[in-house]
């Protein structure tokens, strides 16, 4: 703020304030309107005349954005039309050290820590709340794949893959 105090009215002129419009008639009143203009947007429909949007897909581009070839990998990535990055966003991830076997691997995303699958198991395994019960084996949601799981995890899916399948199939539901 400025560093005044808030103005509020004095209390004796507060009884004085416009009362304010009685909410049940706007309500109803409302209520009609949007019931009215479902119905038109509903009629729309049926004649072609409105379409309803369709969900943006993973490999598609956004109206500003544009493939580009990264010069690290040679892999195709999508960056904004002005921009001038020459790299994908997983060649700009600097080198780290495996927190499993102590070498020095490329990351492909942000917050991985392991080289690969071993490692992230055997170091979820060594972790005192996984080592207290062995893993299991259980069916993935989407494709019935078997894959094995720490009891106390939550995964459903045996992979990235699956997991994005099975969430759009559960908005599509909606
Ligand atoms: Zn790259
Ligand atoms: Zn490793
Ligand atoms: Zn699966």
């Not at 109803?28 to 038109?40: N, T």
Request: proline share 7%; glycine share 6%; charged share 25%.
């Amino acid at each position: 703020m400025n560093g005044k105090p808030m103005w509020c009215p004095p209390a004796r002129t507060r009884s004085y304030a416009v009362p304010i419009a009685p909410v049940e008639d706007n309500a109803a009143e409302q209520a009609a309107l949007l019931a009215e203009a479902a119905q038109l947007v509903r009629a729309g429909i049926r004649a072609g005349l409105v379409q309803a949007p369709k969900p943006a897909k993973q490999n598609e581009l956004g109206p500003s954005s544009v493939w580009a070839t990264c010069v690290g990998c040679q892999g195709q990535f999508s960056r904004h039309l002005a921009s001038v990055q020459p790299k994908c966003s997983s060649c700009r991830l600097e080198k780290k050290c495996c927190k499993n076997c102590r070498e020095m691997f490329q990351p492909t995303y942000h917050r991985q820590v392991t080289c690969g699958e071993d490692c992230r198991r055997n170091l979820m395994q060594a972790t005192a709340m996984y080592r207290r019960k062995p893993w299991v084996v259980v069916a993935c949601e989407n494709c019935g794949a078997e894959f094995e799981k720490a009891p106390a995890s939550p995964r459903k899916n045996c992979g990235q893959a699956c997991g994005f399948a099975s969430m759009v199939r559960k908005i599509k539901k909606k």
